[in-house]
C-alpha cells in the first residue's frame, strides 16, 4: 500500500483519496499490516485481569473498550450487550483489549446510568451512533482500544455549551487532565497513541497534554458527524493514514 501525503486540495480530499488507495489495494488487511509497522502495536502491555479489574472498579462508569458484539439484523443491533466483558463467558477477551490506542471523547452527551461497567460507547439509545465506531474500527488494529472522555460525569449535548462551560470553569479542565493522567496510568499505558473524536476534544488534549505522554495525537471526525457508517469508516480510516507516516 502506498501512502500519499502530498495531494491538492482540502482535508477531507486528501482523506478521501489516501481511503480510495487503501480500499483498492486488493487487501484490507495490509492496512492492519502498516499499522503494526509504523505504530508499533506489537509492544503494547498484555492486559493482565489485576489491569482490567482495576480498570473496571475505578473507571468502569464513565470508560470501556472498543469491543462489542457482533452487528445483528441491523446496524445498530447489540450495541449495548454487555456480556462480551465478562472474563467468564468470554475468556479470549483480554488478548483483544489494548492499552497503547485510547479513543477519546468530549464528555457524556447523555446520562449514562453505571448499572453496568464499560457501558460507555455502547449505547443502546436509537438515536445514538456509536454504531458508527464499531463500524469504523471492526478488523482494524484499533479494534479493542480503550475508550473514555476527557471531561468526566459532564452531561451536555452540544459541545459548544461544552466549551463555554469550560472557558467559564477552567479549573474543571486542570481536574479532569489530572484525572486523565492518572486513568492512563492505572491502563498501564506508556505514551499511546490519541485518538480524538471531534476538534474539541482535540484541541483539549492537544493545549492540556505534553507532547512526551503520547506517541501520536490524532483528530478524527466525531462519530455524531451526520454521515452513513459507510462514509465515516471512509473518513476516519483517511485521517489515521494520513497521519500514520509521520511515526518513527
Sequence with gaps: MQLILKQPGSFRFRAKRLCYVHLNAGNENSFGTKIKELLHIRDKVMISIEIFETIKQKYGDVASWAVWEDVGAKPKSNMGHLNIFDLQKNPTLLEVLKNNIVMIGLNFSRPVLPTEPFKNFHDLNPRANDFKIRYAFRGTEFYGAYMTDVIKNL???????????????????????????KELSDLHANKPILLAFGVDTYNLLNNNLRKDEYSKLIRLTHYSHQISKENYKEEVIGQIQIMLPTFT
Design 155 to 181: 452531561e451536555m449535548k452540544d459541545s459548544h455549551d461544552v466549551k463555554t462551560y469550560l472557558k467559564k470553569n477552567p479549573d474543571l479542565v486542570q481536574e479532569n487532565i489530572l484525572m486523565l493522567r
